[in-house]
């Protein structure tokens, strides 16, 4: 019987070897020491008896740290150097310090999360902890605190969240786009929200919230406004919808034309339909545009052979096929662009924008995956408000956090309001935010109490 581990690379059988443990261990020694290409990455797999080899392009690789005899290589005095710039990281790569695994690699491996819980059975150490995320989990704040499945719900919530995806987007035909009017940066972020560019392009509003019941508005997950708020802009956003039209050609000399009907036309509608085209067919920029409006008008021929002249095609043969808004969508015309296409048809592209105003039924999010829908919205002067007058912008109840068990929420809230106090930004990355103890110090030293809560007056009673 044979003993022995067939070896492959690139799906390709290249022989065997008697120890397939010390040859992995082998290769990856002569890979450290630069004896051959970094790239490669080796993995045994028990179950099958084979050693894979893998060196092609397109794999997900990422670094860590070797670790040997249950020591970090990496030492705080590497550390300081590239504080200083005195190495790069290419350098710790070159040394032998780090390597970059890919997922089968890595199923070999045993990484320690930190290097306090590093013991002699662990071959590698993660640079930092909050690596073993996504990117947009990470962005959450406090994301140690939360369960999986609420940074997963977050982390889609900020997919989906409103910002500014462009600073060209007033000169951009993009299909529905929508621009929050003053996104905010965050006060509280984490490591990896400037790697995202939050900082540049911000996604999200800064709120004074309050967790509270009021008049059993905000039961199951529902959420009060303040109509102040939102008077000043809180929320609003701006939809920009695309509408294209081109002048297409067909067999036999026939194309369509983009100009108002005339009223022999097959199809044609009634006069006040084609109110706000100009001469030219096409609506004017800043028109105010209702349901079932004309926007661009055109004429087409007929769609059968049958329905032509024997010579020509005259105006009632030819049938209107006009764009109009669609059902339900109004607004007003932000832009309109004429030109060819590559075919040299004539192309006429538009776009449509509609300012929106939050109201009842509408939903919103934070980063932590705890949603609600609108059910309220109170005048200022009826909203409660704190000793200092100071009335929150949103009110949700504080029923849906702990079924949720989104205690990062909470934390949030309190390191937000020591934040905004302090005038300064609140550090939450995972597993290396600042802590509970300094968030109560922050508020204690401004004359708060320490857990954030503060007596409220009815602003209708008083």
Known sequence: MNNKTDVYMREIFIGQVDSPEEFIKKVKQERRDGKIPDILNINYNKDLNEVIVEVSRGRSRRPVIIVENGKSKLTEDHVNKLINNEIKWADLKKEGIIEYLDAAEEENCFIALSEDKITNEHSHLEISPILIMGLTTSIVPFSNYGQSARLNRGSKSQKQSLGLYASN???RIDTDANILHYPSNPIVKTCNSNIAGQE???????????????????????????????????????YYKPYSVEELRYSGGLSDKICIPDKEVKGYKAEEDYKLLEEDGIVYPEAKITEADIIIGRTSPPRFLGEMDEF???????????????????????????TDNDEGNRLVQLKIRHDRVPEIGDKFASRHGQKGVVGLMVPQQDMPFTVSGITPDLIFSPHSIPSRMTVSHLIEAVAGKAGALHART??????????????????TEMGFREDGTERMINGITG
Do not use: C, W
């Open 169 to 171: 987007y007033l000169i």
């Open 200 to 238: 540049n392009h911000p996604a999200g509003q800064n709120l004074v919230i309050a967790l509270m019941s009021y008049e059993g508005y905000n039961m199951q997950d529902a959420l009060i406004l303040n109509n102040g708020s939102l008077n000043r802009g809180m929320g609003r956003s701006t």
């Open 312 to 338: 020509s095609i005259s105006a009632n043969r030819l049938r209107d096929s006009s764009v109009k808004i669609k059902p339900g969508e109004n607004g007003i015309v932000d832009m309109v662009v004429v």
């Open 426 to 443: 609140v550090d939450a990355s995972a597993f290396s935010n600042e802590s509970e103890e300094s968030l109560r110090e922050m508020l």
